[in-house]
C-alpha cells in the first residue's frame, strides 16, 4: 500500500476497499434477516386473532340459509346437511359473515310415515365456515319458507313500466312485509321496520305473540339479516302439510324437529330457513 506525503494513513486500492464495503452490507443483512422473520410471524399471528375476533357470533344473531333437498324417505341419521348463507350477517364489531358462506349440520334422527305414526325429520346445524375459519354454534329455527314462497318473495308485485328501473319495484316478504326496492324501506302495515340491501332486508328482531316468536334476545337489538322474510316472521311458510314440531330453543336444545302431517317430510332444494344463534 502507499502512503500519502506527509501522513502515515494507507490507502486502500479501489478493488480492495469495493470488497470490504461488499463483505460489511451482506453482513450487516445478515443481521438484520431474523428481525424481518420474526415481525412477518407477529403480523400473521395478530390477523389470525382479528379473524378469530371476527367469527365470534354473538347470541340473538340470525342466519338466512338456503337448503338443498331433504327428505324423511331418503335421510338417515348421521347424514350431513351443507346450506348457504343468503346475506351478509352483521356481527356488531364492525365485522359480518359473508353471504355465500356456509353453514353445515347433521340428521339426528328420522321417523318414517305409516298408517299410525306420522313421519318426522329431525336435523341440528352446528357449524359456521367462513374461508378456513369455522365456529361452532347452536341454532334453534325462527322460521323456514318453501321454494316457491322464496321465489315469490324475491319477484315484484307489479310489472315494470317503460321508465321503472326493476331493482325499485316492490316486493313482498314471506310473513307479508312489503319492501319498496333495493335500498329503499321496509313496512309492516303503516310501520317502517327496516331497510333493503342488494342481498336482502336489515332490520330489528319483531315478535310475534300468535306464533310464540321472540324479538331481541340476549341484548342483540342491532339490526339483523332477514334476506326474504320478514322481520316478525315464525313457522312454516309454505309446506302443505310440514310444520315445525320442534324449533330447538328448550331442550333437547339446538335440535329441530319438522313433522309431516301426510306422507313423508320433503323439503325442497331451495327453501330458505332462518336459523338463530342461542348461547
Known amino acids: ?7 502515515s494513513h494507507p490507502v486502500l486500492h479501489p478493488s480492495l476497499f ?34 378469530a375476533r371476527q367469527l365470534e357470533i354473538p347470541s ?11 327428505s324423511s324417505e331418503k335421510s338417515k341419521p348421521g347424514d350431513q346437511i351443507k346450506a348457504r348463507i343468503m346475506q351478509d350477517v352483521p356481527l356488531g364489531n364492525g365485522s359480518k359473515l359473508r353471504a355465500g358462506s356456509k353453514v353445515f349440520g347433521r340428521i339426528i334422527a328420522v321417523t318414517r310415515a305409516t298408517m299410525a305414526t306420522k313421519a318426522t325429520l329431525t336435523l341440528k346445524f352446528d357449524t359456521v365456515v367462513q374461508g378456513k375459519e369455522s365456529v361452532l354454534v347452536l ?4 322460521a323456514m319458507a318453501s321454494t316457491l314462497e322464496v321465489e315469490f318473495a324475491q319477484t315484484p308485485t307489479t310489472g ?15 310473513g307479508g312485509e312489503v319492501v319498496y326496492g333495493k335500498g ?6 303503516d310501520r317502517v321496520v327496516g331497510r333493503a340491501t342488494y342481498d336482502g332486508v336489515l332490520a330489528q328482531a319483531n315478535s310475534n305473540e300468535d306464533a310464540n316468536c321472540r324479538g331481541p334476545i340476549d341484548g342483540n337489538d342491532r339490526p339483523q339479516a332477514f334476506w326474504v322474510f320478514s322481520s316478525d316472521a315464525c313457522g312454516a311458510y309454505g309446506f302443505p302439510y310440514v310444520t315445525i314440531g320442534h324449533e330447538g330453543r328448550t331442550d333437547p336444545r339446538g ?7 301426510h306422507g313423508p317430510v320433503k323439503i325442497r332444494s331451495g327453501s330458505g330457513m332462518l336459523l338463530r344463534v342461542q348461547h
Open 1 to 7: 500500500m502507499k502512503s500519502i506525503q506527509g501522513t
Open 18 to 51: 469495493l470488497a470490504i464495503t461488499l463483505a460489511f452490507a451482506f453482513a450487516s443483512r445478515a443481521d438484520s434477516a431474523p428481525q424481518i422473520i420474526v415481525n412477518s410471524a407477529m403480523a400473521e399471528s395478530s390477523s389470525a386473532d382479528v379473524d
Open 60 to 70: 340473538g344473531t340470525i342466519v338466512p340459509i338456503r337448503l338443498g333437498a331433504l
Open 139 to 142: 341454532t334453534n329455527l325462527r
Open 160 to 174: 315494470a313500466g317503460e321508465s321503472d328501473v326493476y331493482d325499485w319495484l316492490p316486493t313482498v316478504q314471506v
Open 184 to 189: 329503499g324501506e321496509v313496512y309492516n302495515g
Open 255 to 261: 335440535e329441530i324437529v319438522l313433522v309431516s302431517e
